[in-house]
């Protein structure tokens, strides 16, 4: 089993639409939770932390189930500039050590 | 605000030939990572450092060497070359701290022909 699993998509919306991904873990120990976006052939840029009791920024809900081992991450309204790939990034063990998912791709349509 | 930088942007080497990507980074970071993503892999580890004289071995180190003789600069040496690490190249580097949050250099594209 992958240390950090994601559904691949591609995920098609249209603009407005509210869409959630998921994203699971297997190391009950991980400590920290992170999400972020990669734009084609482009670096990955933090997107936002996730903390145990759920945090918003904007548009962008992230929540954490620390019992079922599984972040979330939600969209809502989403327009033509959130089509990226989202990461799913779990640290665990030695505080050096993050572990990327291989992404969920959105593509927002209009 | 020139935060992590990496060189060059693109690369082409012939089998067996050794190059060095170059990764410096301003912000006085305590670690510092490389990556090489793949299509439908994902960003995976190929060595990591927790300061200056310090390095360690991630997910896929074979065939690359690292070294950490300063703060700023990390840089990754391909050894000999295989074009099986035909590959997007980051570097990142971060605070120590649980929640600290990973920057990336803008990648390197190394082909290997």
């Known amino acids: 089993r992958k240390e950090v699993e994601q559904d691949p998509g591609p995920f098609n919306v249209p603009e407005g639409a509210t869409v959630a991904f998921n994203c699971t873990y297997s190391?009950?120990?991980?400590?920290?939770f992170f999400w972020y976006r990669q734009d084609c052939r482009k670096e990955p840029k933090l997107l936002m932390s996730?903390?145990?009791s759920g945090n918003e920024d904007g548009r962008f809900t992230a929540q954490l189930n620390r019992a079922s081992q599984y972040i979330s991450l939600l969209i809502r309204d989403s327009k033509l500039s959130d089509s990226a790939t989202y990461l799913c990034v779990v640290l665990t063990g030695t505080a050096s050590k993050l572990t990327f998912g291989t992404g969920t791709r959105l593509q927002v349509t209009l | 605000n020139a935060g992590v930088t990496q060189t060059p942007k693109f690369q082409v080497l012939k089998t067996g030939q050794s190059m060095t990507l170059q990764c410096a980074q301003d912000?006085?970071?305590?670690?510092m990572s490389w990556y090489r993503q793949d299509p439908g892999m994902g960003l995976r580890l190929i060595h990591y450092?927790?300061?200056?004289?310090?390095?360690d071995q991630g997910e896929v180190p074979n065939g690359y060497n690292v070294s950490r003789s300063t703060t700023e600069d990390f840089p990754l040496r391909l050894l000999s070359a295989a074009p099986s690490q035909t590959s997007v190249y980051f570097c990142?580097?971060?605070?120590?701290?649980?929640?600290?949050?990973?920057?990336f250099g803008d990648g390197t594209r190394l082909s290997i022909l």
């Open positions: 450092s927790v300061g200056a004289g310090i390095t």
């Open positions: 990142a580097s971060r605070r120590q701290g649980a929640n600290q949050p990973q920057h």
């Open positions: 996730v903390y145990s």
């Open positions: 190391n009950s120990a991980s400590q920290s």
């Open positions: 912000m006085n970071h305590e670690y």
